[in-house]
């Protein structure tokens, strides 16, 4: 049961990244996104992980996303103002086949493996305190330093769409 609910939501993550790849219009794009950080979330359930899940759907799905789609609205993006991407499924398309040997690689050194039997895993994994150890004791400084990468882009993004607009 617990691998037909993998791959349901496996399902659903790949076609959430493809239609965030693929729309053309950003809030299509986004709400794509939303789709595929929903199956991750629940990926992370099925990994007894409830701490991240509930990151991944209340911060990343929830929150998150509620900016990036208050931004795009914002910004009142019209079919104008997009690029025009002539050569968009052709390049998608080279970058998969690109990532072939890659992942055949992965294939292989999955295969490789010697089986063991699956254990139980115990009663402290993926809880907040856990996390939060390895998170602050760790990985501070990276931690403060993506948000900090996070803000800017947002920040820098909202500042040339304006001015942008006012140019024109």
Known sequence: MIDIIFIILSFFAIIGGLGMILFAQPIYS?????VCLVALGGVFALLSAPFLFMVQIILYAGAIITLVLFIIMFLNVKSDNLPNEPYKIPTILVGGILLVPFNLLIIKGFSTLEDKPMHIIGEGFGSIKGFGMELFRNWL??????????????VGAVVYLRKEKSDG
């Not at 986004?30 to 939303?34: K, N, T």
């Not at 400084?141 to 947002?154: C, D, H, Q, Y």
């Open 141 to 154: 400084v990276p931690f403060e330093l993506i948000s900090i990468l996070l803000l800017v882009a947002l």
């Open 30 to 34: 986004a709400l794509s996104l939303i």
